[in-house]
């Protein structure tokens, strides 16, 4: 695997592989899990070549977020990628990325604004300039990102419509189905700032996420149903709820009672981490 941190060496080292296959892009901001992997595996099957990038993109964290604390391992990572076959692992430093007088900002309106926009004002603006920047400097010619960040995805597809970079830069964008622990917690990198107390209580989350579904199923009014989600996690340890919500799973529009890509949506704190998950509602 080549371990590339200047742009310079980046696109002759991927137009080398394009020569032989195509490429696949994984995008992360490392502390790598099996969530990633998971990205990386479906990639390879995918693709000829994989090539994963690990970048902490100070640009979608707000002011008062994790930013510094955010883990680096990017030894341990650098073995994970490794032993999965990766070819290309692009880590730049934010210098590379924004160097002085960088002054372009990408922002894809309303589906940026609700849920965890509206918690985390900016993000999604962060979201689409660094992976916009992230195409534009590997050209895959696929990329893969999980549904446990729906809106992101809902986001880059937006953006890469947009913006004309779907073709020729990247044939087609894959949603990954969420990689889970085995109590249901969706696997997450800020999962490692949980105490012990704190992760046990958090598999509340998908726990009361599948009964408040259930209930909608049998008839409960969804916004009945995620006024008690609300609670029920509250009762079982989170400090509070940013955002419970129905809404069309495609476009995030409100949920249309006959749709069937409706999903919930939650983000809930707890012992200060931020934790966010989606489900289909069936
Ligand atoms: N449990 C998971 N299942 C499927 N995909 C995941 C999972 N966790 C992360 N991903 C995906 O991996 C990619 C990189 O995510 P990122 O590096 O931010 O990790 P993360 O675990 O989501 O971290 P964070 O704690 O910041 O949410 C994203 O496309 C993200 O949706
Ligand atoms: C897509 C991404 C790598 C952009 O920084 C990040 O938001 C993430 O890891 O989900
Ligand atoms: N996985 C999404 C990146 C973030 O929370 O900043």
Not at 237 to 241: I, P, R
């Given at each position: 695997m080549q371990t590339i941190t200047h742009l310079a060496e980046l696109r002759p080292a991927t137009r080398a592989l394009q020569t032989t296959g195509k490429l696949a892009l994984v995008p992360t901001m490392g502390a790598l899990h099996d969530g990633h992997l998971k990205l990386v595996r479906e990639a390879r099957n995918a693709a000829a070549h994989v090539a994963v990038s690990i970048f902490v993109n100070p640009?979608?964290?707000?002011?008062?977020?994790?930013l510094d604390a955010y883990p680096r391992q990017l030894q341990r990572d650098a073995t994970l990628l490794e032993d999965e076959g990766v070819a290309l692992l692009w880590a730049p430093s934010p210098d590379e990325v924004y160097?002085?007088?960088y002054a372009t900002n990408v922002s894809v309106a309303?589906?940026?604004?609700?849920?965890?926009g509206s918690d985390r004002p900016g993000h999604f603006d962060g979201v689409a300039t660094v992976v916009c920047k992230l195409f534009n400097q590997v050209r895959p010619d696929m990329a893969f990102f999980g549904e446990k960040d729906w809106q992101q995805l809902v986001v880059i597809r937006r953006m890469a419509e947009d913006l004309d970079l779907t073709e020729p830069h990247v044939d087609s964008i894959h949603g990954v189905p969420i990689v889970r622990e085995p109590d249901g917690l969706a696997m997450s990198s800020?999962?490692?700032?949980?105490s012990p107390e704190n992760r046990n209580a958090a598999a509340a989350l998908p726990r009361e996420m599948r009964e408040a579904i259930r209930r909608v199923a049998e008839g409960q009014a969804a916004s009945s149903a995620t006024r008690d989600l609300r609670s029920r996690l509250i009762n079982a340890?989170?400090?509070?709820?940013d955002y419970a919500e129905i809404r069309?799973?495609?476009?995030?529009a409100p949920a249309n009672n006959?749709?069937?890509?409706n999903r919930l949506f939650v983000a809930a704190r707890i012992g200060g981490t931020r934790l966010i998950d989606n489900m289909p509602i069936i």
């Open positions: 640009r979608q964290f707000g002011a008062n977020e994790d160097p002085t007088g309303g589906i940026s604004e609700g849920l965890c800020r999962n490692a700032y949980l340890g989170f400090d509070s709820v069309n799973g495609a476009d995030l006959a749709a069937a890509v």
